[in-house]
Nanobody, 120 residues
Framework: QVHLVESGGGLVQPGGSLRLSCVAS????????MSWYRQAPGKERELVAR???????TNSADSKGRFTISRDNAKNTVYLQMNSLKPEDTAVYYC??????????????WGRGTQVTVSS
């Protein structure tokens, strides 16, 4: 059974930092691209950052220069280091695992999310 469990969210003041973690189980973590998405109230879910199985990463325009995604395949964990947080970063942050197309099939999994609130 696949599990993606996020942690590390919370309340932080503007300009502060948080580190999110997502521990994966039930699939071959090292073969999957891992991403962080977020969804603010009344808004659609949006991609924040993505890291491929090979370790290459991309960021959204909004998170570039402030957020860093990384992975530890030995621990089946993906991280999101968030610095210089702004009130508009307030959202539920979700972990996503994507296999890409393998033998004609694609496997995509979601965690339940962790709340990040940036407020003074």
């Amino acid at each position: 059974q696949v599990h993606l469990v996020e942690s590390g969210g919370g309340l932080v003041q503007p300009g502060g930092s948080l580190r999110l973690s997502c521990v994966a189980s039930g699939f071959t973590f090292s073969r999957y691209a891992m991403s962080w998405y977020r969804q603010a109230p009344g808004k659609e879910r949006e991609l924040v950052a993505r890291i491929t199985a090979a370790g290459g990463s991309t960021n959204s325009a909004d998170s570039k220069g402030r957020f860093t995604i990384s992975r530890d395949n030995a621990k089946n964990t993906v991280y999101l280091q968030m610095n210089s947080l702004k009130p508009e970063d307030t959202a539920v942050y979700y972990c996503n695992a994507d296999s890409g197309i393998v033998a004609g099939k694609r496997y995509n999994y979601w965690g339940r999310g962790t709340q990040v609130t940036v407020s003074s």
